[in-house]
């Protein structure tokens, strides 16, 4: 299983406790991980001053700064008495994805955690939401918190992709398997493992037909072969018989709705991103992001994965 040892809470830059504290706090005291939370602030009005009065608003810039470093301080104080290690640091930049992303990777996070952000359609078709970019671009796990009714999370659902062949997913689906099984370990929850059985990759090729249009037998033996894999997972990770689900349609939305009836409170998936696609491989995340109904947790392949 994996081991935890450091997380990271990207805080918003308002001095505000939202969801995302509750759970970065609980699951760094489950995990026994250290937790490091930042805050990247950055104040237009301030930088554009400091063009004309440089010391007199670097002055003030510090200021404003040292309230929340305070700020950020007392929310660490809340669980430092708990055991967990908890430090904290604001950054004067704007949150852009070049600053988050050269954040993480020098802190060398295990786990990245932030609060979900809901972009209109309309402004998703212009660019691309900073959330979608961090899942794409970050080397670490990333978890997207949606609420905390539960600190811990107590209900979680790991969904597999198995249409495509392992090599091209670069061992995605044990990383999915791996991340969900010591998470719900720690947090004593209730893991259940979901494949949604719809498209199928033949021969080399890295692309997908609907199993729809292929012959019978030919989508018998790729339903056999699924099924063969799927349940050497489930062995390998010892979930259950009765939490393990199969099941036929579109995935995002099967996802979506079979999280949704089943009351989880947190869905794990896996993405793995190609330059010369120009998009994920189990483009699934994409279209689960903007409409997931709990939180989400994002698996990547192994760094050094062939």
């Known amino acids: 299983m994996l081991r935890f040892k450091r997380m990271l809470l990207i805080a ?9 504290f509750d759970r970065a706090m609980a699951l760094a005291q489950a995990t026994g991980a250290a937790l490091h939370i930042v805050a990247f602030d950055y104040v237009q009005a301030l930088a554009v001053a400091g063009l004309f009065d440089h010391d007199a608003m670097a002055q003030a810039r510090e200021g404003y700064l040292q309230v929340h470093r305070h700020w950020l301080e007392q929310q660490a104080r809340f669980h430092t008495g708990c055991g967990v290690q908890v430090s904290s640091e604001v950054v004067w930049a704007r949150a852009t994805p070049a600053h988050l992303l050269e954040y993480i990777n020098d802190y060398r996070a295990d786990l990245v955690i932030k609060d979900s952000h ?20 970050c080397p670490a796990a990333v978890h997207l918190v949606t609420e905390a009714r539960h600190p811990l999370p107590l209900k979680m659902l790991a969904a597999v ?22 998470l719900a370990s720690a947090c004593d929850a209730e893991l259940h493992l979901l494949n949604v059985s719809n498209w199928s990759v033949l021969g080399d090729a890295a692309m997908s037909v609907p199993t729809l249009s ?26 259950e018989t009765q939490r393990r689900h199969q099941m036929t349609g579109i995935p995002h939305k099967v996802i979506e709705q079979f ?17 010369g696609l120009n998009g994920f491989i189990g483009a699934t995340v994409e279209s689960v992001l903007n409409r997931a109904p709990c939180s989400l947790m994002i698996a990547k392949p192994l760094p050094d994965a062939d």
Do not use: K
């Open 12 to 20: 918003p830059a308002e001095m505000v406790r939202t969801p995302a």
């Open 118 to 137: 809901h972009v209109p359609a309309l402004n998703r078709a212009f660019h691309r939401p900073l959330d979608w970019l961090l899942l794409r671009d």
């Open 161 to 182: 992709d198995l249409s495509h062949l392992e090599a091209l997913t670069q061992g995605l689906n044990d990383r999915i398997l791996d991340l969900a099984a010591t």
């Open 214 to 239: 292929l012959d019978h037998s030919l989508c018998e033996a790729i339903n056999d072969t699924q099924q063969e894999a799927f349940d050497a997972l489930a062995e390998r990770y010892a979930i």
């Open 259 to 275: 999280a949704r009836q089943n009351a989880f409170d947190l869905l794990v998936l896996g993405t793995a991103y190609q330059q």
